[in-house]
């Protein structure tokens, strides 16, 4: 028997995700002392202190179960946004959710109308259920939603809206999606993925995505303890969405899917607002620090409402990111979502910024 006739044909021809390189593989590689990750858009302040505690508090029950609802850390949500817990579901992270979703809604030859580029686990999803990805070329760097529009048909399920979109790092706005809502039938679920929430909701123009989740049931926020508050490496994230939903996703997520030590670790950074603050606060410098450089030098960028910027160096972005790699600097090459003159760049402390830009600086000139 060959591989194609082993194997379920929807795993066979999906491709894997390609991850951010380890940091402690590219030490060995290269011999470096020092090296700095602006690849994956982790919190460069680390955890809050308080999820810290929580997880060492913790560390003591690991031989009991966790509670396969996160029954406490649903409540504290659910206060926080005035919801009733039964429109929440904990993952292990947001991207438990994205495959849930496909679990939940994809038959074969369903399809889901989504933006490219954008964050490649939504394609994953429904291929891996038979569905169909439809795949809207970005317009002006942004969703197509008037493409969108007209791409919805009696087999469209899902429409996916990565807001704001990785690896671009621009919103749609509250305008837009109210749009693309008026404009489609209301049986169709509506992803609105809002990984980097706490840092869009400085722009006035970010959608309020919790009011059009009361108007229209079937929309569903993806949101993760990953980016802002700093817990990539225990996997927590949740959404929200309607209790029909959320019953029906509840049935096929992993049973107990959400870890001990991360169900305290979110419930303990709920707590820590200033540790939030702070976050988003040096996001916004250190985002200001690359585009004050992208400026002057003329380089194309992204206006960025997440902890990512996107820029168009005009050299091949694999060559960058070798170069920039051997300077002891992990980037994100936009090679991997065919825009190879780009790169992606998540935020660091302003030290760590600044440094970059000066080994940017070399690579550009080395040219
Ligand atoms: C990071 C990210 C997620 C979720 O990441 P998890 O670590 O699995 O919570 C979801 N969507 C987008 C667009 C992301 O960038």
Redesign the pocket.
């Known amino acids: 028997m060959n591989n194609n006739d082993l194997f379920r044909k929807e795993v066979h021809s999906l491709k894997r995700y390609v991850p951010g390189k380890p940091i402690e593989e590219v030490k060995k590689e290269l011999g470096l002392d020092e090296i700095i990750k602006l690849a994956?858009?982790e919190n460069p302040l680390g955890p809050s202190k308080k999820a810290v505690e929580a997880i060492k508090d913790a560390a003591e029950n690991i031989h009991i179960y966790p509670d396969s609802l996160a029954t406490a850390l649903r409540e504290d949500l659910a206060k926080k946004y005035n919801l009733h817990p039964g429109e929440i579901l904990v993952?292990?992270?947001?991207?438990?959710?994205?495959k849930l979703i496909g679990h939940t809604f994809i038959n074969p030859g369903d399809e889901a109308i989504m933006a490219t580029p954008?964050?490649g686990?939504y394609a994953t999803s429904v291929l891996h259920m038979g569905g169909v990805p439809i795949q809207i070329p970005l317009k002006n760097y942004k969703h197509d939603f008037k493409a969108f529009i007209e791409k919805v048909n009696d087999r469209t399920k899902l429409i996916f809206v990565?807001n704001?979109?990785?690896p671009v790092g621009n919103i749609m706005t509250q305008d837009e999606i109210n749009d693309l809502l008026e404009n489609i039938p209301d049986h169709v679920v509506v992803v609105l993925?809002e990984?980097?929430y706490e840092y869009a909701i400085k722009n006035p123009e970010y959608p309020n995505s919790l009011e059009i989740l009361k108007k229209r049931p079937n929309t569903l926020i993806?949101r993760?303890?990953?980016?802002v508050a700093g817990l990539?490496g225990v996997?927590?994230?949740y959404t929200l969405t309607s209790s029909k939903i959320i019953n029906e996703m509840t049935k096929v997520k992993n049973v107990f899917n959400v870890n001990r030590l991360a169900q305290a670790a979110a419930g303990a950074s709920l707590q820590d607002e200033e540790h939030i603050h702070n976050t988003v606060s040096l996001n916004y410098q250190s985002l200001g620090l690359m585009e004050k450089y992208f400026e002057e030098n003329h380089l194309e960028y992204i206006k960025s409402n997440?902890n990512f910027i996107f820029v168009n160096l005009g050299i091949d972005s694999k060559e960058a990111f070798q170069k920039l790699m051997e300077k002891g600097f992990i980037i994100r090459p936009g090679y991997l979502w065919n825009m190879n003159s780009w790169i992606r760049i998540s935020t660091g402390t302003l030290e760590q910024t600044e440094k970059f830009l000066h080994k940017l600086d070399e690579v550009l000139n080395e040219k």
Do not use: H, Q, V
Not at 91 to 98: H, K, P, R, V
Not at 224 to 227: D, E, G, H
């Open positions: 994956s858009n993952s292990n992270g947001g991207e438990e959710i994205i954008t964050f686990l990565c704001p979109n990785n993925d990984a980097y993806i993760t303890f990953s980016k990539a996997r927590t994230g997440a």
